[in-house]
């Protein structure tokens, strides 16, 4: 729960948008009004960081209603697992959790098309305490399960979903379900938290120690499916290369550090003005704009836009002028 390119921390809004409040993790829910989910630094011994749910007004969830956040595994990472073969792996989910609400929770496994589903339950048996659990779910020889670059495996946690998400636990089945009818349903206890963090699924029938990645390396496996450029201060350079288009505009190829899942569709950035051009011996332009243009896998192609002071033709680097510069590639996630 360490990387999040988007948000830098900051809370935002447990709702039905498509947010990731942390790298790889995304949150759904249509329960209740004013719940936020962020990056904390509330944390087990030997992490830093947890992601963690707080609830504003309560509600019990309709029928219909969600509340889940869930990770959307790519093919390519689970095929080895032989899903819907008869050599299906087991696989151990073990994480470490803590609420404010006590109780039994569920967490599921599910393939892209939502036809085939494993609930699982778990309990959280003292209040504001973190306690570690591990479940291992036998692999399932049925259903369709994705081996390429699109979902092929969902691991989803449940908060408070409706009832016609209600199953029994134990046993793979064909439909979409998300937890039991003997769950508990955090989201209608306003104010309630719910941490978590240590999230690992692996082949096999036991849990083994967390498997701590270097920094970098955590970063660059998130920006497969987020390529993005995060200011570490001011004077950042950025892998830009551009020349200039007439006196308001340049174009250019920005390189991704990691080959992407699939070409991005678009861009946003903290603020355009937090991007200059420079050309050596002219000066230095501030943006203000940032276009999105044609894309592939490895580098995306932007153009700058600013007031005056650019030149056709003549070639120009981009740097961040402020700590809080970012600039996200999206439509790469699953």
């Known amino acids: 729960m360490v990387i999040d390119q988007r948000n ?10 498509s947010l990731f409040p942390v790298d790889r993790f995304k949150t759904y829910n249509t329960v209740g009004s004013g719940s ?40 390519f990472n689970v095929l080895d697992l032989g899903f819907g073969t008869a050599a299906a792996s087991s696989v151990t989910i073990s994480f470490q959790v803590r609420s404010s609400v006590t109780g039994t929770y569920a967490l599921r496994l599910r393939n892209q098309a939502g036809n085939r589903s494993y609930v699982a339950t778990y309990t959280i ?54 937890r039991t009818s003997g769950c508990v349903n955090f989201i209608a206890t306003s104010g309630a938290t719910f941490y978590i963090t240590g999230v690992q699924l692996e082949a096999g029938t036991t849990a083994s120690p967390f498997e701590y990645r270097q920094y970098g390396t955590e970063l660059q ?29 340049q174009s250019g190829v920005f390189k991704f550090d990691v080959q992407a899942r699939v070409p991005p569709t678009g861009v946003t950035v903290s603020s355009a003005s937090h991007f200059t051009s420079s050309r050596p011996s002219t000066g230095n332009t501030v943006a203000t704009a940032v276009t999105f243009g044609a894309s592939s896998t490895e580098a995306c192609q932007i153009q700058i836009s600013a007031a005056s002071g650019l030149a056709a033709d003549a070639p120009y680097s981009l740097y961040a002028n402020s700590a809080s510069g970012v600039m996200l590639f999206t439509g790469c996630e699953l």
């Open 221 to 249: 496996l998130c920006q497969r499916y987020l390529p993005a450029f995060v200011s570490s201060s001011t004077n950042s350079t950025l892998p830009f290369n551009g020349a200039g288009a007439n006196t308001v505009a």
């Open 125 to 178: 048996s003292a209040a504001n305490t973190w306690e570690q659990k591990t479940i291992t779910i036998a692999g399932d020889t049925s259903g369709t399960w994705a081996k390429d670059n699109t979902i092929g495996i969902l691991l989803t946690f449940d908060l408070g979903s409706g009832s016609n998400y209600n199953t029994t636990a134990g046993a793979w089945q064909a439909g979409d379900f998300t």
């Open 36 to 75: 936020t989910v962020q990056r904390s630094t509330t944390a087990p011994a030997g992490f830093y960081n947890s992601l963690l749910f707080t609830v504003g007004t309560g509600a019990s969830p309709s029928a219909a209603d969600e509340c889940i956040f869930f990770q959307p595994i790519e093919g």
């Open 8 to 17: 830098a921390g900051a809370s935002v809004v447990f709702g039905t948008g």
